[in-house]
């Protein structure tokens, strides 16, 4: 497949690229994520918090773009009845307090926007090669004069604990908001990408804000090591998931998400011993 030129225009709609979200859907289910591809599944979700989190997003991106994605989506985040009527519906209220919580916040501005001297792209793309295969990217704030990027993240909490299975212990919320969603391999992949294109060193950052009635908020770095093993792991799927995007490898099912349970037949026995040892 021969890739296109990437542009603000075609970048969400392109599959002539991978992209990590992409990827992520595959590595869930490939049975599902191909399905979707090709317009044979059309998954029934809440959209509220990619909604919210891109309400934030537009917001620090710039006011044009801001204005332009609530007049896009305004069906969706103004409520047309109720205590409401006319403004923010209540799910997206709290994103007007998580932007007060940074708008103003001297530290994330110099961070997120830069001294005045400095060149800082917002929603900068960056593409590459992993493995042979075709990779792009989006990134939220780069300062290209200092040398970091920074990737802002809406998350329910920072510091409630909650349990990590893998780790075996319980851990910050924000901990498993970064290792569960991958976003270690994202900033890894995106920092890899940036290289093959400057010839540079990044350093990736976060900058955390919660969902809480009192947002809270911080900058996060990853360490080397988590970086590598994200990395790694995309390294280890890519080419089997871009085979699959391409055809030639048929999708695996994960057996227990939505598209395979619409998909499931019976027929085979299943006893309690193999229900336990599923799990």
């Known amino acids: 497949m021969e890739t296109e030129k ?29 399905a979707t591809d090709n317009g044979e599944w059309i998954e029934e979700r809440d959209e509220t918090p990619l909604l919210l989190g891109n309400y934030v997003h537009s917001y620090f991106e710039s006011k044009e773009a801001h ?19 006319g403004n923010l519906k209540s799910d997206f209220v ?7 919580s940074l ?20 929603e900068m793309i960056v593409h ?7 990779v792009k990217g989006k990134l939220d704030s780069i300062n290209l004069s200092r040398g970091y990027f920074v990737d802002l993240k809406t998350m329910k909490s920072i510091y409630a604990e909650e349990w ?29 990408l940036l290289k093959q294109m400057t010839g ?25 090591e988590w970086l590598e093993e994200g990395l790694a792991k995309i390294r280890e799927n890519i080419v089997h998931i871009w ?26 026995v299943i006893s309690l011993n193999d229900l336990i040892g599923d799990f």
């Open 6 to 34: 990437l542009t603000e225009e075609n970048y969400y709609e392109d599959k002539t690229w991978l992209s990590n979200s992409r990827m992520k859907q595959y590595l869930i289910c490939e049975a599902k994520a191909y």
């Open 67 to 85: 204005s332009k994605f609530v007049e896009a989506n305004k069906t969706m985040l103004i409520a047309k009845t109720g205590k409401n009527k």
């Open 94 to 100: 709290i994103g007007e307090k998580m932007i007060a």
């Open 103 to 122: 708008k103003d916040d001297d530290g994330f501005n110099r961070l997120y926007h830069g001294y005045p001297d400095d060149n800082v792209q917002k």
């Open 128 to 134: 590459g090669e992993i493995e042979g295969v075709p």
């Open 164 to 192: 990590n299975p893998e780790l075996k212990m319980r851990v910050p919320t924000a901990v498993n908001n970064i290792l569960n969603f991958g976003y270690h391999g994202q900033l890894a992949l995106y920092r890899e």
């Open 200 to 224: 540079k060193e990044f350093r990736p950052l976060i900058v955390a804000v919660s969902k809480e009635a009192v947002p809270d908020k911080d900058i996060l770095k990853i360490d080397e």
């Open 243 to 268: 085979q699959v995007i391409q055809g030639e490898v048929k999708p695996a099912k994960c057996g227990r998400c939505e598209y395979c349970r619409s998909q499931k037949k019976l027929d085979a």
